[in-house]
């Protein structure tokens, strides 16, 4: 039987008032700028007026952005530690392109080493906006206005996920990982890496009957390191600071 690693994902909805902080740290800009492990980036699917300027659309959705609704919605995607950085970077456009489906989007391929296993962990920081571009041309503030159905050129754009009850949220997170695990397992085939697989399903799903490996957050990993502490050691991959996952389980070179 083929055992399937479990993906590495996770999602949560950024507020007004963060999107500079959150842009730097990705980019690894400012303050993040001594960081080692950033690789590349990308975006699409911007408005004109920020064609080639997504971080100029992201400050403008901070700033612009209805106050009851999210700034952005930002992703954490493990990628396969087997593909090469060209190859991940390419996988990374593609994954991103897969979940957007025509939604603007900004990206950061980083790659540190793990501090809990010792070998690299590729992954992207993704930010996505509802806001789809119509094409109709609007100016910054506008295009974060509330839709206007009767007369599309008076409103802002038309923003996509949202007003959904909690099951349609969580429906919409279990296909985004399925579109992601099914990417993702397409580049590894392509290139090869069939005994490398994903699964997107839950443990339980899955039949596996174990508790997931326990999250350690950057406070805790420090503790474990100034204790000379291996017990995790091999158990999770750890992403950087500030990540939370919401899968266990590890990439297996």
């Known amino acids: 039987m083929l055992t399937m690693d479990q993906m590495h994902f996770g999602i949560s909805s950024l507020k007004r008032g963060t999107m500079s902080h959150h842009i730097r740290y990705i980019m690894r800009s400012g303050t993040f700028s001594e960081r080692d492990d950033f690789v590349g980036w990308g975006y699409d699917n911007l408005p004109r007026w920020a064609r080639h300027e997504p971080e100029a659309f992201f400050l403008a959705s901070d700033k612009h952005e209805r106050a009851n609704s999210p700034a952005c919605i930002s992703v954490v995607i493990g990628l ?38 010792g070998v690299p962990y590729p992954h992207i920081h993704g930010m996505l ?47 985004m990982r399925r579109i992601i695990a099914e990417t993702i397992n397409n580049a590894l085939r392509y290139h090869g890496f069939h005994d490398r697989l994903i699964d997107h399903r839950t443990l339980r799903e899955q039949g596996i009957y174990r508790e997931p490996a326990p999250y350690l957050g950057p406070g805790q990993l420090r503790k474990l390191r100034r204790q000379g502490n291996n017990h995790y050691r091999g158990r999770r991959i750890q ?6 996952l919401e899968s266990s389980g590890q990439w297996r070179v």
């Open 80 to 117: 396969p530690n087997c593909l090469n950085r060209e190859q991940n970077m390419q996988l990374a456009s593609t994954v991103m392109d897969s979940i957007a489906t025509g939604r603007p989007y900004l990206f950061a391929f980083h790659e540190n080493i793990s501090s809990v296993s």
């Open 239 to 244: 992403p950087d600071d500030n990540v939370s």
């Open 129 to 175: 906006s509802g806001r789809v571009d119509d094409g109709i041309e609007r100016s910054p503030e506008q295009t974060f206005r509330r839709f206007n159905a009767a007369h599309p050129e008076l409103g802002g754009n038309r923003k996509i996920g949202s007003g959904l009850k909690p099951s349609e949220i969580k429906n919409s997170t279990i296909e």
